[in-house]
Protein backbone atom coordinates (compact mmCIF):
# COMPACT_ATOMS: atom_id res chain seq x y z
CA UNK A 1 0.00 0.00 0.00
CA UNK A 2 1.59 3.78 -0.80
CA UNK A 3 1.89 5.55 1.92
CA UNK A 4 0.63 9.43 1.22
CA UNK A 5 1.60 12.90 2.23
CA UNK A 6 -1.17 14.36 3.77
CA UNK A 7 -1.90 17.71 5.36
CA UNK A 8 -4.79 18.43 7.60
CA UNK A 9 -6.06 22.03 7.89
CA UNK A 10 -8.77 22.48 10.59
CA UNK A 11 -9.84 25.19 13.15
CA UNK A 12 -10.98 22.26 15.86
CA UNK A 13 -8.82 19.75 16.98
CA UNK A 14 -7.91 17.71 19.99
CA UNK A 15 -8.83 18.72 22.81
CA UNK A 16 -11.41 20.79 21.69
CA UNK A 17 -15.24 19.08 22.12
CA UNK A 18 -17.08 19.22 18.74
CA UNK A 19 -18.03 17.15 15.83
CA UNK A 20 -15.86 18.97 13.89
CA UNK A 21 -12.61 18.49 16.51
CA UNK A 22 -14.04 15.05 16.30
CA UNK A 23 -13.70 14.62 12.68
CA UNK A 24 -9.80 16.28 12.65
CA UNK A 25 -8.51 14.12 15.03
CA UNK A 26 -10.16 10.16 14.46
CA UNK A 27 -9.17 10.68 10.98
CA UNK A 28 -5.86 11.86 11.41
CA UNK A 29 -5.20 9.10 14.04
CA UNK A 30 -6.52 6.48 12.03
CA UNK A 31 -4.47 7.91 8.87
CA UNK A 32 -1.35 7.52 10.99
CA UNK A 33 -2.27 4.15 12.07
CA UNK A 34 -2.81 2.94 8.39
CA UNK A 35 0.93 3.97 7.68
CA UNK A 36 0.44 7.49 6.16
CA UNK A 37 2.54 10.68 7.40
CA UNK A 38 0.15 13.11 8.25
CA UNK A 39 0.99 16.97 9.27
CA UNK A 40 -1.86 18.56 10.94
CA UNK A 41 -2.07 22.77 10.80
CA UNK A 42 -4.85 23.97 13.90
CA UNK A 43 -4.23 26.27 16.41
CA UNK A 44 -2.09 25.28 19.70
CA UNK A 45 -4.02 24.58 22.79
CA UNK A 46 -3.13 22.81 25.77
CA UNK A 47 -2.14 19.48 25.21
CA UNK A 48 -2.41 19.59 21.36
CA UNK A 49 1.45 18.95 20.60
CA UNK A 50 2.01 16.70 23.03
CA UNK A 51 -1.33 14.40 21.86
CA UNK A 52 -0.18 14.94 17.99
CA UNK A 53 3.22 13.49 19.07
CA UNK A 54 2.00 10.64 21.32
CA UNK A 55 -0.37 9.96 17.93
CA UNK A 56 2.84 9.86 15.36
CA UNK A 57 0.71 13.21 13.95
CA UNK A 58 3.37 16.35 13.03
CA UNK A 59 1.66 19.16 14.41
CA UNK A 60 1.81 22.98 12.78
CA UNK A 61 0.90 25.87 14.82
CA UNK A 62 -1.65 28.19 12.98
CA UNK A 63 -1.50 30.57 15.94
CA UNK A 64 -3.92 32.10 18.03
CA UNK A 65 -6.89 33.79 17.23
CA UNK A 66 -6.37 37.13 18.52
CA UNK A 67 -9.19 39.58 17.50
CA UNK A 68 -11.96 40.07 20.40
CA UNK A 69 -15.04 37.89 20.70
CA UNK A 70 -17.79 40.46 21.33
CA UNK A 71 -19.66 39.62 24.64
CA UNK A 72 -23.31 40.08 25.69
CA UNK A 73 -22.73 42.78 28.69
CA UNK A 74 -24.94 44.92 30.84
CA UNK A 75 -28.64 45.04 30.60
CA UNK A 76 -32.29 46.77 29.36
CA UNK A 77 -31.09 48.47 26.31
CA UNK A 78 -27.33 48.39 26.38
CA UNK A 79 -27.44 44.49 26.90
CA UNK A 80 -30.18 44.34 23.74
CA UNK A 81 -27.59 46.46 21.85
CA UNK A 82 -24.92 44.21 22.53
CA UNK A 83 -27.08 41.18 21.35
CA UNK A 84 -27.26 42.97 18.36
CA UNK A 85 -23.70 43.59 17.90
CA UNK A 86 -22.67 40.01 18.62
CA UNK A 87 -25.03 38.37 16.59
CA UNK A 88 -24.62 40.65 13.42
CA UNK A 89 -21.32 40.69 13.67
CA UNK A 90 -20.97 36.87 13.03
CA UNK A 91 -23.83 37.01 10.22
CA UNK A 92 -22.71 39.65 8.17
CA UNK A 93 -18.60 39.49 8.61
CA UNK A 94 -18.09 35.69 9.56
CA UNK A 95 -16.77 37.95 12.47
CA UNK A 96 -14.14 36.84 14.64
CA UNK A 97 -13.43 33.68 12.63
CA UNK A 98 -12.78 35.25 9.33
CA UNK A 99 -9.55 35.82 10.82
CA UNK A 100 -8.56 32.10 10.21
CA UNK A 101 -8.06 33.57 6.43
CA UNK A 102 -5.04 35.85 6.83
CA UNK A 103 -3.66 33.00 9.47
CA UNK A 104 -3.43 30.23 6.78
CA UNK A 105 -2.00 32.41 3.72
CA UNK A 106 0.82 32.67 6.58
CA UNK A 107 0.44 29.02 8.21
CA UNK A 108 0.29 27.80 4.35
CA UNK A 109 3.42 29.44 3.25
CA UNK A 110 6.11 27.14 2.36
CA UNK A 111 3.99 24.09 2.32
CA UNK A 112 3.95 22.43 -0.80
CA UNK A 113 4.40 18.11 -2.35
CA UNK A 114 1.59 17.05 -0.75
CA UNK A 115 -0.56 14.09 -1.92
CA UNK A 116 -3.62 15.25 -0.24
CA UNK A 117 -4.66 18.51 1.59
CA UNK A 118 -7.64 17.81 3.48
CA UNK A 119 -9.51 20.75 5.32
CA UNK A 120 -11.84 20.49 7.84
CA UNK A 121 -14.89 23.37 8.18
CA UNK A 122 -17.31 24.41 10.00
CA UNK A 123 -15.89 27.05 10.07
CA UNK A 124 -15.96 27.68 6.38
CA UNK A 125 -13.23 30.40 6.86
CA UNK A 126 -10.86 27.35 6.65
CA UNK A 127 -12.07 26.60 3.15
CA UNK A 128 -12.16 30.24 1.90
CA UNK A 129 -8.47 30.62 3.14
CA UNK A 130 -6.91 28.21 1.27
CA UNK A 131 -8.78 28.81 -1.58
CA UNK A 132 -7.31 32.32 -1.45
CA UNK A 133 -4.17 30.80 -1.21
CA UNK A 134 -4.09 27.74 -3.25
CA UNK A 135 -2.85 28.70 -7.14
CA UNK A 136 -1.94 26.62 -10.40
CA UNK A 137 1.99 27.34 -9.15
CA UNK A 138 1.11 26.66 -5.96
CA UNK A 139 -1.47 23.99 -5.56
CA UNK A 140 0.21 22.47 -2.06
CA UNK A 141 -0.88 19.21 -2.46
CA UNK A 142 -2.07 17.05 -5.86
CA UNK A 143 -5.53 16.98 -4.60
CA UNK A 144 -7.56 19.28 -2.44
CA UNK A 145 -10.46 17.31 -0.19
CA UNK A 146 -12.69 20.08 1.20
CA UNK A 147 -14.91 18.35 4.19
CA UNK A 148 -17.95 19.87 5.04
CA UNK A 149 -20.39 19.63 8.06
CA UNK A 150 -23.59 21.55 8.49
CA UNK A 151 -24.36 23.68 4.68
CA UNK A 152 -23.17 27.11 5.01
CA UNK A 153 -25.22 28.78 2.27
CA UNK A 154 -28.07 26.18 2.13
CA UNK A 155 -27.93 25.97 5.59
CA UNK A 156 -31.34 25.33 7.60
CA UNK A 157 -31.24 25.17 11.27
CA UNK A 158 -30.10 29.24 11.62
CA UNK A 159 -32.41 31.60 12.13
CA UNK A 160 -31.10 34.12 9.62
CA UNK A 161 -29.87 33.17 6.30
CA UNK A 162 -26.09 34.72 5.38
CA UNK A 163 -25.66 37.40 3.06
CA UNK A 164 -25.59 36.82 -0.53
CA UNK A 165 -21.77 37.54 -0.98
CA UNK A 166 -20.51 34.78 1.04
CA UNK A 167 -21.96 32.88 -2.11
CA UNK A 168 -19.09 34.08 -3.66
CA UNK A 169 -16.85 32.74 -1.42
CA UNK A 170 -18.36 29.27 -1.09
CA UNK A 171 -18.55 28.98 -5.09
CA UNK A 172 -14.94 30.06 -5.23
CA UNK A 173 -13.64 27.18 -2.95
CA UNK A 174 -15.88 24.47 -4.35
CA UNK A 175 -14.20 25.28 -8.12
CA UNK A 176 -11.01 24.83 -6.39
CA UNK A 177 -11.64 21.55 -4.65
CA UNK A 178 -11.08 18.30 -6.43
CA UNK A 179 -13.29 17.53 -3.83
CA UNK A 180 -16.18 17.62 -1.56
CA UNK A 181 -17.05 15.44 0.74
CA UNK A 182 -20.53 15.68 3.43
CA UNK A 183 -21.25 13.28 6.09
CA UNK A 184 -24.60 12.64 5.10
CA UNK A 185 -26.52 12.39 1.36
CA UNK A 186 -28.99 14.61 2.44
CA UNK A 187 -26.06 17.07 2.90
CA UNK A 188 -25.78 17.48 -0.76
CA UNK A 189 -28.72 19.67 -1.40
CA UNK A 190 -27.30 22.71 0.83
CA UNK A 191 -24.56 22.97 -1.95
CA UNK A 192 -24.80 24.54 -5.49
CA UNK A 193 -26.10 22.36 -8.49
CA UNK A 194 -23.00 23.16 -10.35
CA UNK A 195 -20.92 21.26 -7.45
CA UNK A 196 -22.79 18.06 -7.10
CA UNK A 197 -20.77 15.98 -8.92
CA UNK A 198 -17.65 16.57 -6.38
CA UNK A 199 -19.77 16.22 -3.78
CA UNK A 200 -18.80 12.73 -1.67
CA UNK A 201 -20.82 11.00 0.87
CA UNK A 202 -18.27 9.88 4.14
CA UNK A 203 -20.11 9.90 7.42
CA UNK A 204 -18.21 10.93 10.72
CA UNK A 205 -15.78 7.93 12.05
CA UNK A 206 -14.89 6.78 15.28
CA UNK A 207 -12.71 4.09 16.54
CA UNK A 208 -15.80 1.66 18.40
CA UNK A 209 -13.28 0.09 20.44
CA UNK A 210 -12.29 3.11 21.98
CA UNK A 211 -15.35 4.10 23.47
CA UNK A 212 -15.53 2.29 27.49
CA UNK A 213 -19.22 1.22 27.97
CA UNK A 214 -20.68 0.45 31.73
CA UNK A 215 -21.33 -3.11 31.78
CA UNK A 216 -22.58 -3.10 35.24
CA UNK A 217 -25.96 -3.74 36.90
CA UNK A 218 -28.59 -0.86 36.61
CA UNK A 219 -28.28 1.29 40.14
CA UNK A 220 -31.39 2.80 40.59
CA UNK A 221 -34.76 2.07 40.32
CA UNK A 222 -35.48 5.74 38.40
CA UNK A 223 -35.72 5.83 34.54
CA UNK A 224 -32.78 7.98 33.68
CA UNK A 225 -32.22 9.15 30.28
CA UNK A 226 -29.98 11.48 28.66
CA UNK A 227 -28.94 14.16 25.76
CA UNK A 228 -25.51 15.87 25.05
CA UNK A 229 -25.49 18.32 22.40
CA UNK A 230 -26.37 22.10 21.88
CA UNK A 231 -30.04 23.58 21.25
CA UNK A 232 -31.25 26.08 18.51
CA UNK A 233 -34.27 27.92 19.64
CA UNK A 234 -37.46 27.32 17.35
CA UNK A 235 -35.31 23.86 15.64
CA UNK A 236 -33.57 21.79 17.73
CA UNK A 237 -35.80 22.99 20.66
CA UNK A 238 -35.79 21.03 24.08
CA UNK A 239 -39.06 23.07 25.35
CA UNK A 240 -41.86 21.36 24.15
CA UNK A 241 -40.41 18.18 25.70
CA UNK A 242 -39.44 20.31 29.25
CA UNK A 243 -42.87 21.83 29.61
CA UNK A 244 -44.73 18.07 28.76
CA UNK A 245 -42.13 16.20 31.27
CA UNK A 246 -42.37 19.00 34.05
CA UNK A 247 -46.33 18.71 33.80
CA UNK A 248 -46.21 14.85 34.50
CA UNK A 249 -47.29 13.80 38.34
CA UNK A 250 -44.71 12.60 40.44
CA UNK A 251 -45.51 8.76 39.83
CA UNK A 252 -42.94 9.00 36.74
CA UNK A 253 -40.09 8.55 38.71
CA UNK A 254 -37.39 9.89 36.49
CA UNK A 255 -33.98 11.92 35.37
CA UNK A 256 -33.22 13.76 32.31
CA UNK A 257 -29.18 14.72 32.09
CA UNK A 258 -28.64 17.06 30.02
CA UNK A 259 -24.86 18.15 28.61
CA UNK A 260 -24.95 21.17 26.79
CA UNK A 261 -23.06 24.33 25.77
CA UNK A 262 -26.65 26.50 25.86
CA UNK A 263 -27.46 25.91 29.16
CA UNK A 264 -29.75 28.98 28.67
CA UNK A 265 -32.52 27.12 27.57
CA UNK A 266 -32.56 24.50 29.90
CA UNK A 267 -32.09 26.82 32.83
CA UNK A 268 -36.07 28.34 33.17
CA UNK A 269 -37.36 24.40 33.37
CA UNK A 270 -34.84 23.00 36.03
CA UNK A 271 -36.40 24.74 38.96
CA UNK A 272 -39.91 23.36 38.01
CA UNK A 273 -39.27 20.29 37.21
CA UNK A 274 -38.37 19.24 41.10
CA UNK A 275 -35.00 17.41 39.85
CA UNK A 276 -36.26 15.47 37.13
CA UNK A 277 -34.19 18.09 34.96
CA UNK A 278 -30.23 18.24 35.55
CA UNK A 279 -27.89 20.05 34.05
CA UNK A 280 -24.68 18.29 34.02
CA UNK A 281 -21.00 20.01 33.80
CA UNK A 282 -19.62 19.47 30.06
CA UNK A 283 -17.31 16.13 29.89
CA UNK A 284 -15.11 14.74 27.09
CA UNK A 285 -16.44 12.50 24.35
CA UNK A 286 -15.65 9.78 26.29
CA UNK A 287 -16.52 10.51 29.40
CA UNK A 288 -19.77 11.43 28.33
CA UNK A 289 -20.32 8.01 26.60
CA UNK A 290 -19.76 6.10 30.05
CA UNK A 291 -22.58 7.98 31.34
CA UNK A 292 -24.58 7.63 29.12
CA UNK A 293 -23.94 3.73 28.81
CA UNK A 294 -25.88 3.75 32.15
CA UNK A 295 -29.05 5.14 31.23
CA UNK A 296 -31.84 3.59 30.54
CA UNK A 297 -32.30 5.38 26.86
CA UNK A 298 -31.07 8.39 24.59
CA UNK A 299 -32.59 11.67 23.39
CA UNK A 300 -32.40 13.18 19.65
CA UNK A 301 -33.13 16.64 19.05
CA UNK A 302 -34.15 16.65 15.36
CA UNK A 303 -32.75 19.38 13.07
CA UNK A 304 -35.16 21.37 10.61
CA UNK A 305 -34.74 19.95 6.80
CA UNK A 306 -32.60 17.38 6.03
CA UNK A 307 -29.31 19.03 5.26
CA UNK A 308 -28.21 18.49 8.53
CA UNK A 309 -27.85 15.55 10.16
CA UNK A 310 -26.37 15.57 14.47
CA UNK A 311 -23.23 13.49 14.58
CA UNK A 312 -24.36 12.36 17.92
CA UNK A 313 -26.90 10.29 16.59
CA UNK A 314 -22.92 7.74 16.01
CA UNK A 315 -22.39 8.12 19.48
CA UNK A 316 -26.01 6.67 19.99
CA UNK A 317 -25.11 3.81 17.40
CA UNK A 318 -22.21 2.82 19.33
CA UNK A 319 -24.03 2.48 22.45
CA UNK A 320 -26.83 0.85 21.28
CA UNK A 321 -29.46 2.55 23.50
CA UNK A 322 -33.03 3.33 22.34
CA UNK A 323 -33.36 6.65 20.89
CA UNK A 324 -36.08 8.86 21.54
CA UNK A 325 -35.90 11.17 18.70
CA UNK A 326 -38.22 14.61 19.31
CA UNK A 327 -39.11 17.34 16.44
CA UNK A 328 -39.72 20.66 17.50
CA UNK A 329 -43.50 21.37 16.97
CA UNK A 330 -44.42 17.73 16.76
CA UNK A 331 -44.07 15.86 20.49
CA UNK A 332 -45.42 12.74 20.28
CA UNK A 333 -46.39 12.99 24.02
CA UNK A 334 -47.93 9.04 23.62
CA UNK A 335 -44.55 8.35 22.43
CA UNK A 336 -42.13 9.82 25.24
CA UNK A 337 -45.32 8.27 27.67
CA UNK A 338 -43.78 5.14 26.16
CA UNK A 339 -40.41 5.33 26.52
CA UNK A 340 -40.47 6.67 30.23
CA UNK A 341 -42.96 3.10 31.16
CA UNK A 342 -39.91 1.15 29.29
CA UNK A 343 -41.56 0.45 25.85
CA UNK A 344 -39.18 1.61 22.85
CA UNK A 345 -40.75 -0.12 20.17
CA UNK A 346 -41.09 3.71 18.54
CA UNK A 347 -37.11 4.02 18.82
CA UNK A 348 -35.48 5.51 16.34
CA UNK A 349 -33.39 2.83 14.16
CA UNK A 350 -30.09 4.05 12.93
CA UNK A 351 -28.84 1.49 9.75
CA UNK A 352 -25.30 0.17 8.91
CA UNK A 353 -23.26 1.38 11.88
CA UNK A 354 -20.35 -0.37 10.70
CA UNK A 355 -20.42 2.70 8.07
CA UNK A 356 -19.11 4.85 11.18
CA UNK A 357 -15.88 2.93 11.85
CA UNK A 358 -13.02 5.06 10.91
CA UNK A 359 -11.01 2.29 9.59
CA UNK A 360 -13.89 2.76 6.75
CA UNK A 361 -14.00 6.06 6.60
CA UNK A 362 -10.24 6.99 6.68
CA UNK A 363 -10.55 4.00 3.78
CA UNK A 364 -12.91 6.77 2.09
CA UNK A 365 -10.59 9.28 1.91
CA UNK A 366 -7.53 7.17 0.83
CA UNK A 367 -9.80 6.10 -2.20
CA UNK A 368 -10.16 9.72 -3.49
CA UNK A 369 -6.39 10.67 -2.93
CA UNK A 370 -5.56 7.82 -4.88
Not at 230 to 236: E, H, T, V
Request: charge should be positive; hydrophobic fraction near 40%; glycine fraction near 6%.
Amino acid sequence: MKSNKILLVTNAFYPDISPRSFRATELAKELVRQGHSVKVLTHPRTGTAAFCANQGIEFKDLGHLTWPVPTVKGSGIVRLFWRVVTRFSTLLFEYPLIQIMPLLKKGLKGESEYDALISVAVPYPVHWGIAAVRTKKNPIAKSWIADCGDPYMGQENDTFKPPFYFGWLEKKFCRKAEFLTVPTSASIKGYYPEFHSKIKVIPQGFRFEDAKIYDGPKTTSKTIFGYGGMFIPGRRDPSELFNFLNALDESFDFEFHIYTITPHLVAPFVEASKGRIQLKPIVDRDALLFEMSKMDFVVNFENIGSTQTPSKLIDYAILKKPILSVKFGDLKTDVVAEFLNGDYKNSMKIENTDQYRIENVAQQFLDLIN
